[in-house]
């Protein structure tokens, strides 16, 4: 944990110096960055207390504005070449920051499934920040991509169901699949990790000879 606080706060410092310099060049590459840290700022800070509220029109605004800046910040790295390693463990980071804090309004009424779910992610996120310490290449897996779909349309039909009424077993259908798709997104994750350790083993015994 101390690796990763001092590996994310030397980052930081370095989107900071960055963003201050005169080179041009540095700062558009650090724009990616902006826009990433923009939603894990903005989620929690707004939504939360717009959904507490009971302000449900104003935080559909607030959601979709972060979700722009998750399609957006990804759209810019790519097509300016402006894509860092830091870029992606600060979205993946961004990206469950912005998943709690959608959850967590929702526990008031949600309570059981939703702590089933925030236990899952928080699985996921700790084996690949474990993983990514390590040096293994952790990338999003087909599967944990539909997972996020399965799970942002659980949260999506709850939020529904604060306009206008859901059937209740439409939400628990819903959320029995965002843990079956959590766990293979678990397990996907597990064995990739493995795969690339015994080749990592591999590669150390074939320099050896």
Known sequence: MQEFLKYFNENIEKVITDLKSNDKEKRR???PNVLTLIRGFLAPVTI???VLSKNIYLAFVLI???ALTDTFDGWYARHFDAQSEFGAVLDAICDKLFILTLAFPLAFKYTGWIITILIFELIISTINSAYKIKGYDVKSSL????KTVVLDSSIALCYLDFIVHVPREII???TVWTNIMQILTIIGYLLDYKKQRINKNQEVKDKSK
């Open 48 to 50: 939360i207390p717009a």
């Open 29 to 31: 590459k650090q724009i």
């Open 143 to 146: 599967t944990g991509k539909a």
């Open 172 to 174: 628990d259908t819903a």
């Open 64 to 66: 979709t504005i972060c």
